[in-house]
């Protein structure tokens, strides 16, 4: 099956750190733009970071720069974003997604690992 | 940034019925060297990630029913579903790649009535 599996959600106090992953099985990530999308409870998707193929080019949300840092593992087919300094605001599902070629569209997409920043 | 707009915020409309949602995008998204529009539908149902339906304006996703249709240039573009069906319900969001950040609409709620 196709599909991308993201981990390493959970509950976080504001200030820590968490890091989550996107593994593909099934598909390779190798090649193509890589990208993480949140979605905060109840409201519309919000594109964060993506990174080019061979992880030599990064690009990131205002909200999140110079807090998140996105990478990757060809060899090990998995995506990465550490998330340093978390607030409240952080607090949503955090879906990773494959693009093909330096801008097209989100395809496929994880199921999404949620990510809660509270005291 | 790219600011994109979706009308109505929430629709209902009776099986069979045809559904229309609007996008309108605060700058163009059409570029002009290869002629495309760099905007993609998707469809979320609850509990589930997005799922793409419709690239580059107009272009349906392989498996996609032929119901679902995209179509507008530049700035104004439109999802339609020909004839509601009850698997249609869902939220729905245009999204531009045209230029980072990538945004999307506030997306549009559909309902049967």
């Known amino acids: 099956e196709v599909q991308l599996v993201e981990s390493g959600g959970g509950l976080v106090q504001p200030g820590g750190s968490l890091r989550l992953s996107c593994a593909a099985s099934?598909?390779?990530?190798?090649?193509?733009?890589m990208h993480w999308v949140r979605q905060a409870p109840g409201k519309g998707l919000v594109w964060v970071s993506r990174?080019?193929?061979?992880?030599?080019?990064?690009t990131y949300a205002d909200s999140v720069k110079g807090r998140f840092t996105i990478s990757r593992d060809n060899a090990k087919n998995t995506l990465y974003l550490q998330m340093n300094s978390l607030r409240a605001e952080d607090t949503a599902v955090y879906y990773c997604?494959?693009?093909?070629?330096?801008?097209?569209?989100?395809?496929?997409w994880g199921q999404g690992t949620l990510v809660t920043v509270s005291s | 940034d790219i600011v994109m707009t979706q009308s109505p915020d929430s629709l209902a409309v009776s099986l069979g019925e045809r559904a229309t949602i609007n996008c309108k995008s605060s700058?163009?998204?059409?570029?002009?060297?290869?002629?495309?529009?760099?905007l993609a539908w998707y469809q979320q149902k609850p509990g589930q990630p997005p799922k793409l339906l419709i690239y580059?304006?107009?272009t349906r996703e392989s498996g996609v029913p032929d119901r679902f249709g995209g179509s507008g240039s530049g700035t104004d573009f439109t999802l339609t579903i020909s004839s509601l069906q009850a698997e249609d319900v869902a939220v729905y969001y245009c999204?531009?790649?045209?230029?980072?950040?990538?945004?999307f609409g506030q997306g549009t709620r559909l309902e049967i009535k």
């Open positions: 099934g598909l390779t990530i190798s090649g193509y733009w």
């Open positions: 990174i080019n193929s061979d992880g030599t080019t990064t």
């Open positions: 700058q163009s998204v059409l570029y002009s060297p290869n002629n495309k529009n760099y």
């Open positions: 997604a494959r693009v093909y070629g330096d801008y097209g569209w989100f395809d496929p």
């Open positions: 999204q531009q790649y045209y230029s980072t950040p990538y945004t």
């Open positions: 580059w304006a107009s």
